[in-house]
């Protein structure tokens, strides 16, 4: 957190000139702010100086606007706000990653004095307090009590919620278990299904339920109603025994035994996969992997989804502010002590990506205003957290996210085969989301530069979660664009050329999806003699902490 920030200061203590001009915007705009404020002051009408962003919701009270006291103290965070962050920004002498590491912690800082976080700088809090007689007061510091004994912040009340009751209830069984993970097979919907089956690599950073929320959000659901065979991973929940697993044995004892569970259970020779996030991640090294290992022919993957995946690291979004050496040893050697990285660890960096809508506007509301956190199906996933383990993880940044060696042809070598992603000639159909803050999807699109085979992408709106967890809905709620890619095209290209449809893109995907998955057979059952149930569906593994 500090070197980025005296880098910068040194930076500008070495550019006289630049840190000059640079002052002297700063002194037009108070200027015209101290004009702003005497006008105010009088009593007269003035345009504000500066306004907050559109997303911006910690200024959206009518009192921040009409009272001049409380309009002031807005304005003069707002305009020192946007200069420091400028400033840190138009840096001289720095590097863009410097400059965007030294921007990030700047902002979580300027995000942290923001006034509305503060009773007494708050004109809604005060306005409740007096008209609940003090009893807003009273619920706001039984919410901080409550939130100091979870250790956290709660975005959502964990008692509104239990897996397996009011989340992910889809009918199913486990029908294979190792150390790594429980496979899910669910109980088909319809009385035939598509011969190709479809298997699920979610990542293993969150539990799978994010895709069968409930029956109306569930992607799950939804497969099954169309005709398909589906089958999931659940993967274990880490604790010091496992601090030896590598990412190899994910890719062998995970996915491997995913695709080798779907095949003996269906009978058929080859399944559809679908991989999420750095579920997804994993799913591109198979690929790779499995067209090295099998012969052409006897590959055992005919085809392929990418949700919000990244295989080339450049520029992975707001989560490089964690990537450098020194970030990673400290990870690192924090992880090799417990043999684990803690799920905690990752939700806290994760939530600091978003420090606005993912902490403060928890803070200010349950313990300014007293508010209870609704429930919300989205959130109390997000705070259901695993574990990862030492080795695989600690191979995992700094050959992926550090070195970023997974798109240079044979760099890396996984589970005994070394990986060329332009050895992937199945066709794939990838997926990713607007305002996708911990995937952006410039960078995701740039997977289309090195996988071979033909290539469908999609841009959802929304973001990383909501982007996916999309289900079509009357009047549609968001939008898509979709269009052919090519290894030539840059993401800017893609999207001029692009098709920008309303609704959910899960429609388009089932158009692209059911002619390759074969004809309709009869379903096979939930359970085999070779595959018995071991526990029902949402299994075991996700209800470890």
């Known amino acids: 957190m500090a ?17 000059a001009e640079a002052m002297t915007r700063v002194s ?14 009088l009593g007269l009408p003035s345009e504000d100086p500066v306004r907050p962003h559109a997303d911006d919701n910690r200024f959206s009270d009518p009192a921040w606007a009409e009272s001049p006291s409380w309009d002031l103290l807005k304005e003069w965070y707002l305009v020192m706000t946007h200069h420091v962050q400028d400033m840190l920004y138009d840096t001289p002498g720095l590097s863009q990653k410097e400059r965007r590491r030294a921007a990030f912690w700047w902002r979580k800082w300027l995000n942290a004095v923001a006034p509305s976080n503060f009773f007494w700088m708050n004109p809604v809090a005060m306005r409740l307090a007096v008209e609940t007689r003090g009893e807003s007061v009273m619920r706001g510091f039984r919410n901080f009590l409550d939130d100091l004994e979870a250790g956290n912040i709660r975005m959502t009340d964990p008692g509104d919620f239990t897996v397996g009751q009011n989340l992910a209830t889809t009918p199913g069984k486990v029908v294979f278990r190792n150390r790594l993970l429980e496979v899910l097979h669910y109980t088909p919907t319809k009385p035939q299904v598509y011969r190709t089956p479809i ?27 169309q005709g398909f065979d589906v089958f999931i991973t659940s993967w274990k929940n880490p604790g010091s025994e496992m601090r030896d697993v590598t990412f190899d044995d994910y890719l062998v004892e995970g996915v491997q035994a995913l695709v080798d569970t779907a095949r003996g259970m269906t009978g058929s020779p080859k399944v559809h996969a679908v991989g999420y996030c750095i579920g997804g991640t994993a799913l591109s090294t198979y690929m790779a992997w499995a067209n090295r290992h099998f012969a052409a022919e006897d590959v055992p993957v005919s085809h392929w989804t990418l949700f919000t995946t990244l295989v080339d690291f450049h520029k992975p979004g707001d989560i490089e502010v964690f990537v450098d050496e020194g970030s990673i040893r ?12 803690d799920g905690a660890e990752m939700a806290s960096a994760f939530r600091l ?15 300014l205003y007293g508010e209870t956190p609704p429930p919300f199906d989205v959130l109390y996933w997000n705070m259901d957290t695993t574990r990862m383990p030492y080795a695989m993880h600690a191979w995992y940044l700094r050959e992926l996210y550090l070195h ?31 305002d996708d803050h911990i995937a952006p999807w410039k960078q995701t699109f740039r997977t289309m530069n090195y996988v071979g085979g033909t290539k469908r992408f999609v841009l959802s709106s929304s973001g990383h ?5 999309n289900p079509p809905v009357k009047p549609p709620k968001r939008k898509f664009w979709v269009g052919q890619a090519r290894r030539s ?34 379903a096979p059952p939930v359970e085999t003699k070779a595959y018995p149930a071991l526990a029902d569906a949402p299994g075991t593994y996700v209800l470890e902490h």
């Not at 400290?330 to 990285?341: A, C, D, P, S």
């Not at 990506?353 to 313990?367: A, D, E």
């Not at 979660?465 to 967890?469: A, E, F, K, R």
């Open 404 to 434: 970023n060696r997974l798109i240079d042809k044979d760099s890396l070598t996984v589970a005994g085969e070394p990986i060329d992603l332009g050895a992937i000639t199945q066709p794939v159909y990838a997926v990713s989301a607007e």
């Open 330 to 341: 400290f990870i690192t050697q924090n992880m090799e002590r417990k043999g684990y990285l």
């Open 353 to 367: 990506l978003r420090s606005n809508s993912l902490i403060w506007h928890y803070v200010v509301h349950g313990w």
């Open 465 to 469: 979660i909501l982007g996916i967890v």
């Open 3 to 19: 070197a980025p920030l005296v880098h910068a200061q040194l930076a500008w203590s070495a550019h006289p000139q630049e840190l």
């Open 28 to 41: 037009g705009s108070l200027w015209a702010l101290q004009w702003h404020t005497w006008r105010r002051l």
């Open 199 to 225: 298997v699920i690599v979610t990542p293993w950073i969150n539990k799978f339920y994010i895709l069968d929320l409930n029956p109306k959000k569930s992607m799950i659901r939804y497969l099954l109603d």
């Open 489 to 522: 095209d840059t993401a800017e290209g893609w999207y001029e050329g692009a098709k920008e449809n309303a609704g959910s893109w899960w429609e388009d995907w089932m158009a692209w999806l059911k002619p390759q998955c074969g004809e309709l057979v009869d």
